[in-house]
């Protein structure tokens, strides 16, 4: 005799079907967020200078220009070394062929090689430059913050900006009759440093020139804080 199977193995499926159309008792509930920026920003003393300087010269061949080149360089690191208060490092060097009028025949060869000063004496910086300047073109001059001088004034920016961020946090809250946590922050630091002037082009040296003339000026620097605060019933 066949065995007859079970009847409530027929009901099971209604019942998960039931089961799972009923409406969730647990629901998560959905708690209302604002998004809020605020800025703030700071004038950073520039005491740093960033000065570019550079030899180029021409010949027939590249191996004589090399030494030739070289050696004025060589020399400029020398004096710069009569000065501890500047830090100085080569930049970059580069050859390059000089064609003819039809250019298609390499007539000679062009070499520059540069180097950077970096000083926040600025005093002994513009006397240098202008000793440098009988030998070295100056193409380039900047003046930011110095890194310590930078992260100082951001500090104290980024708490301008988070003192800001609360009270536009407080007043939105309060304004919607509720009170408020800050589910997230971020902080963004902004006033990049400024990139090196170019100066107009030296093509004839002086023995010597006056020191050059250095104004440091101010910086700003920008904090941004974002962020989500959280209302609450």
């Known amino acids: ?57 021409d010949g027939a061949e590249p191996a004589p220009l090399a030494t030739q080149v070289n050696a004025v360089i060589a020399s400029a690191l020398e004096q ?24 298609r025949k390499i007539e000679g060869w062009r070499m520059r090689s540069e180097i950077q000063l970096e000083s926040r004496d600025l005093p002994a910086l513009s006397e240098l430059l202008g000793k440098l300047q009988g030998k070295l073109a100056l193409s380039g001059l900047a003046m930011q913050p110095a ?27 309060g304004t919607l009759g509720k009170p408020y946590r800050i589910r997230h922050l971020s902080i963004g630091y902004g006033g990049e440093s400024p990139p090196i002037r170019p100066m107009m082009k030296t093509t004839a040296f002086a023995a010597e020139a006056a020191p050059v003339a250095i104004e440091a000026g101010e910086s700003e620097i920008a904090v941004t804080v974002s962020g989500t605060i959280e209302l609450s019933e």
Do not use: C, W
């Not at 710069?80 to 250019?103: D, I, N, Q, W």
């Open 147 to 173: 890194p310590e001088t930078r992260r100082s004034v951001a500090d104290l920016a980024a708490g301008d900006a988070i003192r800001a961020f609360q009270a536009r946090a407080e007043a939105v809250a």
């Open 80 to 103: 710069v070394r009569l000065y501890p208060a500047v830090k100085a490092r080569s930049s970059g060097t580069s050859t390059f062929p000089v064609y003819g009028k039809e250019g």
């Open 1 to 57: 005799m066949a065995h007859r199977a079970p009847r409530y193995f027929l009901a099971l499926p209604l019942a998960l079907v039931m089961f799972a159309a009923s409406p969730s008792v647990h629901a998560e509930r959905v708690v209302p967020t604002v998004d809020l920026s605020a800025d703030a920003s700071r004038a950073a003393p520039n005491d740093l200078a960033i000065a570019s300087l550079y030899f180029e010269a």
